[in-house]
């Protein structure tokens, strides 16, 4: 019973993890990782991208275009 919990936790924690690491970019959308403030990639590309949680965050732009 108590292993069942902790492996139920450790599963929430994981899920957790993996979905704070995927980031998606739509075709209008460019992306920029933003590593402690500092730019490290642009993502111009669409589709399915990751980065490291907790340390990098996204910031999407818009196209001018559209």
């Not at 690491?21 to 990751?50: C, Y």
């Amino acid at each position: 019973m108590k292993a069942g919990k902790i492996l139920a936790g450790v599963l929430v924690a994981i899920g957790v993890v993996a979905f704070l690491s995927v980031i998606i970019v739509k075709e209008v959308n460019q992306a920029i990782i933003l590593q402690f403030g500092d730019p490290k990639r642009i993502i111009m590309k669409p589709g399915l991208n990751f980065k490291i949680p907790f340390i990098q965050r996204s910031t999407k732009l818009w196209n001018k275009y559209c």
